[in-house]
Nanobody, 119 residues
Framework: QVQLVESGGGSVQAGGSLRVSCVAS???????MAWLRQAPGKGRERVAA????????YYADSVKGRFTISQDNAKTTVYLQMNSLKPEDTARYYC?????????????WGQGTQVTVSS
């Protein structure tokens, strides 16, 4: 069992930056870690993912060039650096673990952290 705890959300004006973090209760040396978001009335969107062993990353087109996913050397914390934020980035951001993020078979989820971007 792995517990995931997100932190770092908040409110920011458009054009600003935030970094959200996800701490895992134990070393996640296989599979991948993803950041997903969901805004009220909208479907869930995977915005970024990182394969923990290779470091290979994936970004949704909507955030490419603005968001950066990374992990610490201990592979217990995953970060999402969000720059040039837009009002449409407003959502609750969740981190999740999957054995293959491409399949979307997330087995562990955090409770989420709210990101609000005002215009």
């Amino acid at each position: 069992q792995v517990q995931l705890v997100e932190s770092g959300g908040g409110s920011v004006q458009a054009g600003g930056s935030l970094r959200v973090s996800c701490v895992a209760s134990r070393y996640t040396d296989s599979g991948c870690m993803a950041w997903l978001r969901q805004a009220p009335g909208k479907g869930r969107e995977r915005v970024a993912a990182i394969y923990t062993r290779s470091g290979t990353t994936y970004y949704a087109d909507s955030v490419k060039g603005r968001f950066t996913i990374s992990q610490d050397n201990a592979k217990t914390t995953v970060y999402l650096q969000m720059n040039s934020l837009k009002p449409e980035d407003t959502a609750r951001y969740y981190c999740a673990h999957a054995y293959d993020c491409a399949l979307g078979d997330y087995n562990y989820w955090g409770q989420g952290t709210q990101v609000t971007v005002s215009s």
